[in-house]
Every structure is written in structure tokens, then in C-alpha cells.
């Protein structure tokens, strides 16, 4: 299940303080809630048939056999014959080849033993305790029957998951295994329809937050398989919570991601700043590095918070203050809930570092129209699409007194509950989350790109950390908690249901409705999603 409880004293309702006071609230909605779409995915039923066992036939009784009566006089013992064998007097009459037949025949036997053993058992060298050999007979392995694996992707082009395929089939020369990149485009509905009609794939990538939608098609892990994977001790401990049912992983991640910090190096090296940790820390640098001109228009923003409409990943920034701030986010209507809102919109309403005048966030970066904004580490990618020499680094995302809490988004790879090769699929995903395999996949995409996806494994953080770029998403991996308000995940489903609702609470309030009312909407809203989808409204732990 996914988490969204935070530690620390529940019972302090104001963490995030109320900085809007009434007469900093803006003016009334001129916008109406959007409706919410229904979700079009189709449950899939399992399955099962019970082998009929082979009848044993009786076995015919054998009749008593009749026991001839023995004469009174017995006949000497030079007059006896052994069985089988002729006595003297037949043995003289009898042809002299007739006494070759047997021997011969036990000859041809042996012959045929030989040469059939020597056809059907290999040589098998066998170590001897001085370190010598030598050779017996044993039988050849059966061949292991051929398997075709089919495999949906996401986001890694062919020519990087065929190394590993590759090396996956030089141990396993039976799996053929077919690669296909899926567009993110409706992805999810495609996927599920695929499944539905029995045509989906034996193997699929899908989002964290889409177990609850996807929890009939997703295979546990076989028990062998299972405890060689070890979700609970190699993995962060949200991939592990999140991708588990019954201790038994539904999922291995081959990646991980975190929303992080970007600063512009540059800016804050002229303005004499250093990045901040806190969240006071943040709202100070921002409003000194705000740059406007004299009608009072921002020039450079000093970070994006406090829209929806300009601020890519707003949904994940704004579900993150809400767990920091000790929200229980499947009954977002609390008073912590409320000063979260306020806090996330007094960075537009009060302070002024940003408005709804300014290109998207991700954008405005890349063109040093901002000096900080929040994204996960794929979006340094698109940064240096647009300028490959902007020098920027990340951070760890900035903490509330006395604890660490992280956002976590990232995607992992499972295996279809109806497919005929479970064993072989999950024994590829055993193949895929071994550390040596991480690091090869990391290797080929960095030969494609600035980096490959942050490694999900605790011990091999060490290796990422020091990374100007991707080493705070593995910083935050070990503390990193995570809900049902992931952007980009396009899944038509839960994630983009609750975020609108809660899109429309911020919009609402930005207009001057109450925070109470926004909330309380909104809280209704994510309920009935949460119960669609069979998650209910009961407050997870910290993993």
C-alpha cells in the first residue's frame, strides 16, 4: 500500500504555519470543477484447472499353480539333472553348434549394452580428491523447452534492453525474449485491454502507484524467486512496502526516482546564496533572488510553487508538503491539510516569487527565467535538450524541523497472472534486479545520455550519491514516501482522478474560496476514487 503517513507529533495540526492570514486571501472562483472521468479498466478473474489422476488397474490374479505328485522311488543322484541343463545321453545326440547358441546370444546382448550405453550416456569427468579425474557414465540433461517472453516497455529504446537480453540468453539459450518500447500515451487502458483479452504481454513495466489497479494481473513472485530477490533487505524500504502483498513481491524496479530540488549554480553564485535545506530557508532565498522589473512583472521567478497551471510536477511538490506536514491524504480535510495549502500558495499570493504569467516550470529552468524549481531526475534530460550547457546541480528536497521525508515515483516491471511462463518471466526479473545487471543497464543508457535511471538498490547508493545530478535521488531513496499524486504517470485512472480534485482545491482557493470548503470537496472526491479502486481510507505507516 501506499504511504502517506509522516513522523513527527501528529498532533501539532500547525507544522507548515498559517503564513495567509484572511486578508491575504485571494479574490472569489471564477472557474467551475472539472468533471471527473470514469475509469475504463477491465478486472481480470483468475483461473485455475485441476489435473485429473491416472486410474491404477487391478492387478489379474495369477492361479495356484498344480504341484505334480513325486513318485516313491527317486532316482539317483548321477541320475538327476540340474534345470535347464541336458543330460548326457541328450547331449550326445545333439549337434555341437547347438552348445555356441547360448554363449553367442549372451555376446549379442552385451554387445547391444555396450553400444547402446555409449550412444545414450556421455562421459562425465569427475574430480578426484588428489585433483585428478576420471570418467563415468551419467545421463545428457533433457533440453529445457523453448520459451517466448513477450516484454512491454516504457521508456529504455531497444538498443539498450537488447545487451541485456543478450547476456540474459547466454545462460538461458531457451527464452527468446521480444522487446517492445510502448508509448506513455494511454498506456495504462492499453495495457489492461491487452490483458483483458488475454493478448497482453508475459512481462510489463507499470507505475508505483498503479498496484491497486493492476493487483489481479500482477503474479507474485515464486517462492525460490522470491526470497532470492529480497524486496524487504536489498531494496528501499518504499519499494519494498509498496511491491509487496502477502510477503511476496508483485514487482521489481529496475529504476528509481525521487522529486528533488534544482538550483541554477549560476544565479545563486552571483547573489552570494547557498541552497537551502528548510523550507523557511527556501522562501527567504527565493523572495532575494526574485528579480522584477519596473511594473513589477518577475523577470527571474525565485522558484515555482503556488500554481497548477505553469508548474510541472506541482501534484507531487504539493502531496509531498502535505506528508511532511502530518496529513492523513486519504482524509485531506484536516486543519495540517489546510496550512499545507496555504503554505504551498503563499509563494504566488503574499511573497510574489511566481506567477501564472510564467512558461512551465521545467521551461522556465532551462532558460534561467527561475533559479529553483522541483522535478524528478529524468527532467535533466529535457533540460539539456534545451540548454546543454546550463551549469545547475540538485538537492535533496528542503525538510520541516526534526524529520527527513522524501518523494518517491518510479516505475517497476511485473508479470502477467494468466501467462503460461511465470516461472520463466519471473526467473528474467531475478536476472534484471541483481546488482551487476542495475549497473550494465545504468552503463548502456549513460552512452545514450547525460545518465541512466538511479539504481533502487541500497547497496549501491554509495555509487550514485556523490552524482551532482541523480545523487539526491539515491539520498532519498532509504526515507522516501509516496501517494496517489504522481504526475506523468498518464494513467487515466487513480492518479489523475485525485490529482484533479485536488487541482481543483488549489485553483479554488487561489480564486478566495476557503481553505475548509476546497478541502472538504475535495476530501469527498478522493474518497470515492480511493473506494473505486478498492483501497479504502485506512491511514498506512511509515515504511
Not at 261 to 271: D, E, P, S, V
Not at 464 to 472: K, W, Y
Amino acid at each position: 500500500m501506499i504511504d502517506s503517513n509522516s513522523p513527527g507529533d501528529k498532533n501539532n495540526n500547525q507544522i507548515f504555519p498559517p503564513w495567509v492570514t484572511s486578508s491575504e486571501q485571494p479574490a472569489k472562483p471564477k472557474q467551475t470543477p472539472s468533471v471527473q472521468q470514469q475509469d475504463k479498466s477491465v478486472p481480470i478473474e483468475n483461473g485455475s484447472k485441476q489435473a485429473d489422476l491416472p486410474v491404477i488397474p487391478e492387478a489379474n490374479p495369477v492361479p495356484p499353480s498344480s504341484i505334480p505328485s513325486i513318485s516313491p522311488d527317486v532316482p539317483k543322484e548321477e541320475e538327476l539333472a540340474a534345470p535347464g541343463v541336458p543330460n548326457e545321453a541328450d547331449f550326445v545326440k545333439e549337434s555341437p553348434f547347438k552348445r555356441l547358441i547360448p554363449i553367442l546370444g549372451v555376446l549379442l546382448i552385451i554387445g547391444l549394452l555396450i553400444f547402446l550405453g555409449i550412444k545414450i550416456f556421455p562421459k562425465l569427468t569427475i574430480k578426484s580428491e588428489e585433483g585428478g579425474s576420471s570418467t563415468t557414465p551419467t545421463s545428457t540433461k533433457t533440453s529445457k523447452k523453448p520459451v517466448t517472453l513477450k516484454y512491454w516497455g516504457l521508456w529504455e529504446p531497444e538498443s539498450i534492453t537488447t545487451q541485456l537480453i543478450a547476456e540474459y540468453k547466454k545462460e538461458n539459450p531457451e527464452v527468446t525474449i521480444e522487446y517492445s518500447q510502448q508509448s506513455p500515451k494511454d498506456y495504462r487502458e492499453r495495457l489492461q485491454s491487452a490483458l483483458a483479452r488475454g493478448e497482453g504481454p508475459d512481462v510489463f513495466r507499470f507505475h508505483n502507484s498503479w498496484v491497486p489497479m493492476l493487483k489481479k494481473e500482477l503474479a507474485p513472485a515464486p517462492t525460490d524467486i522470491n526470497s532470492a530477490i529480497n524486496l524487504s533487505v536489498n531494496f528501499f524500504p518504499i519499494i519494498a512496502k509498496e511491491l509487496t502483498l502477502n510477503n511476496q513481491a508483485l514487482g521489481v524496479p529496475i529504476g528509481f526516482d525521487s522529486l528533488m530540488l534544482f538550483y541554477n549554480t549560476k544565479i545563486f553564485n552571483q547573489a552570494g546564496k547557498t541552497p537551502p535545506d528548510t523550507w523557511e530557508e527556501l522562501r527567504k532565498t527565493a523572495i532575494d533572488l526574485t528579480v522584477k522589473d519596473v511594473d513589477g512583472r518577475i523577470q527571474t521567478a525565485g522558484v515555482a510553487l503556488g500554481t497548477t497551471n505553469n508548474i510541472d510536477h506541482w501534484s507531487d511538490i504539493f502531496g509531498l508538503m502535505m506528508i511532511q506536514n502530518g496529513v492523513d491524504l486519504n482524509q485531506p480535510n484536516s486543519e495540517t491539510a489546510q496550512d499545507a495549502l496555504k503554505f504551498y500558495t503563499i509563494f504566488k499570493t503574499t511573497d510574489k516569487v511566481w506567477d501564472e504569467t510564467l512558461p512551465p516550470s521545467v521551461y522556465a529552468f532551462a532558460t534561467e527565467k527561475v533559479a529553483m524549481i522541483f522535478a524528478p531526475s529524468w527532467q535533466a534530460h529535457e533540460i539539456r535538450k534545451i540548454d546543454p550547457k546550463l551549469d545547475f546541480k540538485t538537492l535533496p528536497v528542503p525538510q520541516l524541523p526534526g524529520q527527513k521525508v522524501g518523494w518517491a515515483t518510479y516505475w517497476a516491471e511485473g508479470v502477467w497472472s494468466k501467462s503460461d511462463n511465470q516461472k520463466e518471466a519471473w526467473k528474467f526479473l531475478q536476472f534484471l534486479s541483481k546488482k551487476e545487471t542495475l549497473i550494465s543497464f545504468y552503463n548502456a543508457a549513460s552512452q545514450r545520455r547525460q545518465f541512466g535511471e538511479p539504481y533502487p538498490r541500497l547497496d549501491l547508493v554509495s555509487q550514485l550519491e556523490q552524482d551532482p545530478i541523480v545523487g539526491a535521488a539515491v539520498k532519498q531513496g532509504s526515507y522516501a514516501k509516496s501517494w496517489y499524486l504522481c504526475s506523468r504517470t498518464w494513467d487515466n485512472g487513480i492518479n489523475d482522478k485525485i490529482i484533479k480534485y485536488f487541482e481543483d482545491a488549489v485553483n479554488g482557493f487561489l480564486q478566495g474560496e476557503t481553505a475548509v470548503d476546497v478541502l472538504s470537496i475535495a476530501a469527498s472526491g478522493v474518497s470515492q476514487v480511493l473506494s473505486q479502486y478498492g483501497v479504502g481510507t485506512a491511514q498506512t505507516t511509515t515504511p
